[in-house]
């Protein structure tokens, strides 16, 4: 034999492993061992073997279904199947799967060197020939191990996300260029001169009754206020009672500090609303002025 032959031997009592290395690296191949399915699998992964033995009893994935891995991924490498418990299901599931050979349970080292003699007298043509497209039947592990795998595993999981990315942000865009558009059309329109007119009367009716609530609360005050100015120029006439004044201003001052400072945080704000409404109608006005 001119070249080394790898063989891959899975099988999860080592010795048979190692009956396989004793007869087979003395003439001339290559062998690794895997002890189940899935570091077989992983061993195949990693490098080609030009024939599998594998037992068909292993826990976890047995030997036939591991036989179907192999050859629906690579067709081309011959698989023997050791058996202590062959059954005729599990044989015909074999034949199914193109398996090349049985090899039943005690080996000897001239059944070992016969079945991997016969392996390697495959025709050349069902060895070397790689298959053209990958079959459908490819493991979730196969798929999630390759480049397309990983990106439509990702679209998979950030579809809905990116759904309700599009239902949130377009209908606010809709609602930006609708009133942009709006805008656009009012200041073009002969309307928009009366604009300014418009919005004040608007103004005028929504405040009207904030200025008639001011008139309810200040006039009475007012009159209070006359009253206690009239009642304070009395008193002040009199030493006694300008003693008795000065105790009742500071006590009237200490009653009267949170609600003026409520007032001012009332009214504030809306003075500043106020004057951004008018700084705004000025602003349209002269916009359309110059349009």
């Known amino acids: 034999m001119s070249a080394l032959r790898k063989v891959l031997v899975v099988d999860d009592d080592a010795v048979v492993g190692k009956s396989f290395n004793r007869v087979l690296s003395s003439k001339g191949y290559v062998v690794t061992t895997a002890q189940n399915a899935h570091e ?3 061993q195949i992964r990693e490098q080609e073997f030009d024939v599998v ?10 030997g036939v279904e591991l036989a179907e891995r ?3 991924s690579r067709p081309w490498t ?15 599931r074999a034949k199914a799967a193109g398996v090349s050979d049985f090899m039943r349970k005690p080996l000897s080292p001239e059944m070992i060197e016969a079945s991997a003699a016969r392996a390697m007298a495959a025709p050349v043509l069902s060895i070397v020939q790689a298959p053209e497209v990958v079959p459908a039947t490819a493991t979730p592990v196969e798929v999630l191990e390759s480049p397309n795998g990983f990106r439509s595993l990702a679209l998979t999981l950030a579809a809905p996300f990116i759904g309700l990315a599009y ?14 558009l ?3 059309a009012l200041l073009q329109s002969q309307a928009a001169k009366k604009a300014p007119t418009y919005l004040k009367n608007v103004a005028l009716f929504f405040a009207a009754p904030f200025i008639g609530l001011v008139y309810a609360m200040s006039l009475p005050l007012v009159g209070i206020s006359f009253l206690a100015w009239s009642a304070g120029k009395a008193m002040m006439a009199n030493p006694k009672g300008r003693k008795l004044l000065t105790a009742f201003a500071t006590a009237g001052k200490l009653v ?6 409520l007032a001012y945080a009332v009214v504030m704000p809306l003075v500043g609303i106020v004057m951004l409404l008018g700084l705004g109608a000025k602003a349209l006005f002269a916009a359309t002025r110059t349009a």
């Not at 033995?53 to 047995?62: A, V």
């Not at 239902?167 to 942009?180: C, D, H, K, R, S």
């Open 53 to 62: 033995f594998t037992d068909i009893k292993m826990p976890g994935m047995d």
């Open 70 to 72: 192999v050859k629906s």
């Open 40 to 42: 077989a699998l992983k």
């Open 182 to 184: 709006g805008g656009k």
């Open 78 to 92: 011959p698989v023997v199947i050791i058996t202590g418990f062959g059954t005729t299901e599990n044989e015909s």
């Open 256 to 261: 009267a500090a949170p609600f003026i400072g």
């Open 167 to 180: 239902a949130v942000f377009l209908p606010l865009i809709g609602i930006a260029m609708l009133a942009w």
